[in-house]
């Protein structure tokens, strides 16, 4: 069993920044697709970004340029750094990472962390 557990989100001022971290833990497992997702109020949830085993990324339209995923293989860590925030980025974010164990592969996902940005 692998849990993902999620920290970083908070308040802050738009123009203001913010790194969101996800780890995962547990045994015998390799990590293949990484993503970050977000959902507001009332809206459906929505892919952030992307990154791959190989390392390529993508991201949503409303956030390039803006915010940046990267890993931390050693810890089986993902991050979501998030710059020049707005108000409509006010959303609960999610990691969620593919995960392989022994002949198995299936999505995990973290518990949400709150992001809230003040105009």
């Known amino acids: 069993q692998v849990q993902l557990v999620e920290s970083g989100g908070g308040l802050v001022q738009a123009g203001g920044s913010l790194r969101l971290s996800c780890a995962a833990s547990?045994?015998?497992?390799?990590?293949?697709?990484m993503a970050w997702y977000r959902q507001a109020p009332g809206k459906q949830r929505e892919l952030v970004a992307t990154l791959t085993s190989g390392g390529s990324t993508n991201y949503a339209d409303s956030v390039k340029g803006r915010f940046t995923i990267s890993r931390d293989s050693a810890k089986n860590t993902v991050y979501l750094q998030m710059n020049s925030l707005k108000p409509e980025d006010t959303a609960v974010y999610y990691c969620?990472?593919?995960?392989?164990?022994?002949?198995?592969?299936?999505?995990?996902w973290g518990q949400g962390t709150q992001v809230t940005v003040s105009s």
């Open positions: 547990g045994s015998s497992f390799s990590i293949n697709r």
């Open positions: 969620t990472m593919s995960v392989r164990e022994v002949v198995t592969t299936k999505p995990y």
